[in-house]
């Protein structure tokens, strides 16, 4: 299974743009590139899956390279609510291999 | 629709007890995979079930076990609990080839 790496953390101003990228040299032609935010003692929730080119929904957009090495994340105009902790997965859904490895996550921290 | 739903919500217990967190799917899922969070170890994946059977596993000594009922309501137990099980479990059901709805999450200390 394709291994993560994210950047621990960032820092960010109410109304900026946050772009969070995430490194998966590993990834698998049938995998598919998931984020998800979790707010202290809460499950996390999905925020935006893809699996190439860019894929945009009311929360965020999702850049994805022509190699699909590399994602990013990313979130308009946060604020001060957007502060938590963001999780980039690869994994293919269906069949035996659904299991999600979760890396350390990017805790974003917005100030006003 | 409702979402995932654990119970208890938090629960403690003493080292050598054991103990079993229930986790109810969103109506419709089959799906159910369980995972340990703690401070120093992160998101990590205990079990998936699908269909009341064990469909993956993760990196767990075997005091950590699972089933599933035909509901496709899940339990999880611990048994002979150490100091290091303290975290927050998270159950979380999905339908078919669909990403995963995570419920609130078991609190769970061990002293």
């Known amino acids: 299974l394709a291994k993560t790496t994210q950047p621990i953390s960032m820092d960010s101003y109410e109304g900026q743009e946050v772009n969070i990228t995430c490194s998966h040299n590993?990834?698998?032609?049938?995998?598919?590139i998931t984020w998800y935010q979790q707010f202290p003692s809460q499950g996390p929730r999905f925020i935006i899956q893809?699996?190439?080119t860019k894929v945009t929904n009311e929360v965020a957009s999702l850049f994805i390279p022509a190699d699909r090495k590399s994602s990013t994340l990313s979130l308009p105009r946060v604020s001060l609510s957007d502060t938590a902790v963001y999780y980039c997965?690869?994994?293919?859904?269906?069949?035996?291999?659904?299991?999600?490895?979760f890396g350390t996550g990017t805790l974003l921290a917005v100030q006003p | 629709k409702a979402g995932v739903t654990q119970t208890p919500r938090y629960l403690i217990k003493t080292r050598g007890q054991q103990v079993t967190l229930s986790c109810s799917p969103i109506?419709?899922?089959?799906?159910v995979s369980w995972y340990q969070q703690t401070p120093g170890q992160g998101l990590q994946f205990l079990f998936e079930?699908?269909?009341?059977?064990?469909?993956n596993k993760g990196n767990f000594p075997g005091r950590f076990s699972g089933r599933q009922f035909s509901n496709s309501r899940s339990e999880m137990n611990v048994s002979t609990l150490e100091l290091g099980d303290s975290a927050l479990y998270l159950c979380?059901?999905?339908?078919?080839?669909?990403?995963?709805?995570f419920g609130p999450g078991t609190r769970l200390t061990v002293l």
């Open positions: 979380a059901s999905r339908a078919d080839r669909d990403e995963q709805f």
């Open positions: 590993n990834i698998a032609t049938n995998d598919y």
């Open positions: 893809g699996y190439k």
């Open positions: 997965l690869v994994g293919s859904y269906g069949g035996a291999t659904n299991k999600l490895i």
């Open positions: 109506s419709g899922h089959r799906s």
């Open positions: 079930y699908f269909s009341e059977t064990q469909r």
